[in-house]
Every structure is written in C-alpha cells, then in structure tokens.
C-alpha cells in the first residue's frame, strides 16, 4: 500500500501543562483530523488518583496506554478528508491527533507494539516539554483541570525526553519517529506554527515505519520497573 495513503497517528506527548492539548486542538480544527484526548481515556481510579497528587505507577499507566493506543488506531482508521496541503498528491489519507504523556521511552514502545502491524499506520510523537518553573506557571494559571501544581515534580522526574539526535543515530536509545519541542521561550502560537509544519512535513514525507521500535514492550518489560 502507498505509505501516504497509510492512517496517521501524531502523539503529542510530554509533561502536564507542556501544551498538549492546545497544539492537539490547533492542529486538529486546522487540518480538519481528529483528535484523541489522552485524559479522557484514564479510568476514574486513576484520575482520583493524580487528583488526590499522587503519581500513577507503571500499573496505573499500562491498561490506559493500551486504551490511549486502541481508540487511536479505531480513529485514525474513519475516512477523513485532511486538506490537500497536508497530502500533497496524496489526498485520502486518514489521520488522527492524540495526546498522550507518554512520558518514559518504554510508554512510547508499548504505544509503537499496540498497532495492530507496523505496516498498517504511521506513528509519530510530538514530544512538548518545558522546564519545571514554566510547567507551575501554566499549571496555577490554569482552571478546573485535575493535576495540580505538586504534580509537576513527578512529570518531570518521570519524563524521559527522547533522543532524537542526528548524531547519535547508531544508539539504542534514539527514537527517530520522535521530534522534540522545548517551550519555555515560545509563545503558544509558535508552538502551535512549529507542531503545524510538523504534522504537514511528516504527512507529506512518511515512506515507512521502519524506523519504528516496538521492542521490548511486551507486559513483561513494562513491569520489570516501577517508576
Ligand atoms: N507555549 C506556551 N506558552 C505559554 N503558555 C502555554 C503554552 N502552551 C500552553 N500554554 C498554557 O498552559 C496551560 C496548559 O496547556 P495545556 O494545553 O492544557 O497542556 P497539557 O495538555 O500538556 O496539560 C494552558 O493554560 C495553556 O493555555
Ligand atoms: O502519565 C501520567 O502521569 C498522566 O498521564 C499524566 O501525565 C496526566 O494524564 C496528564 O499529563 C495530566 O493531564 P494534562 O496533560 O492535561 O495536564
């Protein structure tokens, strides 16, 4: 099958108050695609949870992952029609926005393992990160929402910012379908222009998923360590 006609998955990923959701949102209503909110698909234990301030687990995280994966995939499959400047010649493809924290390296590997194959969509993360003292800015500017400011620390502590470096290609770690945007210096809408051109370059140039990297995100792998 031609790549391009491929379902698309953009995860926008990254800490509490990096900006997912108001990048998911741009990109959704700009591209007309649609948008999964990762937050939604957390089961109420977990939400109490992180309401009450304190970190989920890795147990916590597996079966909202898995979730977080499916609807996406179920998504990602409808028919859309994304606007010709986001398919080029290539009109047709479907795609989806998620967010999702995805904050550890083996989150996003179990996210890669739960398609159901590789070669039936594109997977690509958008990872937003800040530094601590911008995530509590945002996080007490922001109302009614359930993470609360003494959350932050554990975001941070837990977020494993991938490594996208050119340079470092040949190592284990590097997670090429990951592109990273640091926000403390950009405004919103510049976050939101950057992810834009993004999803529109990655739509236009996905020739395969072979830089995809499910390994090691079997259950087992999961749970060996907890936080
Ligand atoms: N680049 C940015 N600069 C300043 N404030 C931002 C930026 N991106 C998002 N915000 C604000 O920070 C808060 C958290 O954004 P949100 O999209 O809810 O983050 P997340 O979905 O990652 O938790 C919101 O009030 C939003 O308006
Ligand atoms: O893995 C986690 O610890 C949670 O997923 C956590 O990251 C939370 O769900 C959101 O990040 C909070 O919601 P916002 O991202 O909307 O702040």
């Known amino acids: 099958m031609d790549p391009h006609q491929l379902p698309h998955i953009f995860i926008i990923a990254g800490p509490s108050a990096t900006g997912k959701s108001t990048v998911a949102r741009a990109i959704a209503e700009s591209f007309g695609i ?3 909110e990762g937050d939604d698909l957390h ?3 977990n939400i109490d949870k992180m ?3 304190h970190p989920l687990t890795d147990e916590d ?4 992952l898995k979730a977080v994966a499916s609807v996406s995939v179920e998504r990602a499959s409808l028919p ?4 010709s400047e986001l398919c080029g010649e290539h009109p047709g493809s479907p795609a989806c926005i998620t967010t999702c924290s995805a904050l550890k390296r083996k989150y996003r590997n179990l996210l890669r393992s739960q398609l159901p ?3 039936t969509a594109v997977l690509r993360f958008l990872f937003l990160t800040a530094s601590e003292e911008e995530l509590l800015r945002r996080i007490e500017e922001r109302d009614n929402h359930f993470m609360k400011k003494g959350m932050v620390r554990s975001q941070i502590v837990t977020a ?4 996208t470096s050119e340079q470092d290609e040949n190592c284990e770690d590097v997670e090429k379908d990951c592109t990273v945007i640091w926000t403390d210096n950009l405004s919103q809408d510049e976050v939101v222009e950057q992810a834009l051109e993004i999803v529109k370059q990655l739509m236009l ?4 998923n072979e830089c995809l990297d499910g390994e090691g995100a079997g259950d087992e792998a999961f749970a060996e360590d907890e936080n």
């Open 34 to 36: 649609s948008m999964v």
């Open 43 to 45: 089961p109420q234990e």
């Open 51 to 53: 309401s009450e301030g």
């Open 61 to 64: 995280r597996w079966d909202w």
């Open 80 to 83: 859309t029609s994304p606007p």
């Open 117 to 119: 194959e590789l070669e």
């Open 160 to 163: 494993e910012v991938p490594n």
């Open 205 to 208: 140039s996905s020739t395969s």
